[in-house]
């Protein structure tokens, strides 16, 4: 490929665009939802104020309402970056020239890692009851000493693959189950897993509670069989109730 035709595709991180926020500069960093993270510069006297427009906390905002958290991971990262923190807002301040790029550049790192590190935490409290739910629907139906957690399998690649749970059969442990929410921090670890495992499709079952987003569904849907919380009993799941 050119660096001609890389220079075009990165073309978008050239553009400088007035607001009312400040001159809005797009960056290469990017928000839990792969949004870019743009970063604003205003002209204060002889030096500059580089801000991030409080996309980090607008960002966590959409995963979660607790202010506290939102606004620790931010003076985190506002310390990591030596950077100031004013109503959820990260500044650089007093930047001259010189040090404009790598003010934008900590600004733009800052304000991704604030919102990702919310939103790792959410999503880790949200397995967590998801698994929870499903021990418990698990337990109910089959034999404990039959229900493996954080099982580790070799896959075809070489690497060894967990799931939640493992459900031992008459052969050995032969049902793979992983609990699956939309967000690609979730789906894309189970989605690795279970392609990479010899095992049929029917005997991999992947476990949501609330409805999937319809591309997740559909590339779940390739390597697993998908499976409703709620409909565990009628699932194949459901007949293992045998090895009570």
């Known amino acids: 490929m050119s660096c001609e035709a890389i220079r075009a595709a990165l073309a978008i991180f050239d553009v400088c665009e007035p607001t009312l926020d400040g001159s809005r500069i797009a960056t290469h960093c990017l ?4 949004e870019t993270v743009f970063v604003y510069v205003v002209k204060a006297g002889d030096t500059y104020v580089v ?9 966590a905002w959409e995963h979660t309402s607790d202010d506290r ?22 500044s650089a301040t007093e930047v001259v020239l010189d040090w404009l790029r790598p003010a934008i550049l900590a600004v733009a790192n800052a304000s991704a890692a604030a919102a990702n590190a919310v939103v790792g935490r959410v999503l880790a409290a949200n397995d967590k009851a998801l698994v929870a739910k499903i021990d418990k629907a698990l337990t109910a139906k089959i034999a404990p000493n039959r229900i493996a957690r ?5 896959g075809a690649s070489g690497g060894n693959r967990t799931f939640d749970f493992a459900i031992r059969g008459d052969d050995g442990f032969d049902l793979f189950l992983n609990g699956v929410s939309s967000h690609h921090a ?6 690795v897993a279970f392609s990479d495992i010899e095992a049929d499709r ?6 949501r509670e609330a409805p999937l987003k319809t591309d997740v569904e559909a ?3 390739q390597v697993a069989t998908i499976v409703p919380l709620a409909s565990i009993d009628s699932s194949k799941v459901g007949a293992y109730e045998r090895f009570r």
């Open 186 to 191: 979730s789906y894309s670890l189970k989605y």
């Open 51 to 59: 801000h991030d427009g409080k996309g980090a906390a607008r960002a």
């Open 31 to 34: 928000y839990p939802s792969f």
């Open 219 to 221: 590339l779940m849907a």
């Open 202 to 207: 029917s005997n991999k079952i992947a476990i």
């Open 69 to 90: 958290v939102i606004a620790a991971a931010i003076e985190k990262e506002a310390l990591r970056y030596h950077l100031r923190v004013d109503s959820n807002r990260l």
């Open 150 to 154: 954080g099982f580790k399998v070799r």
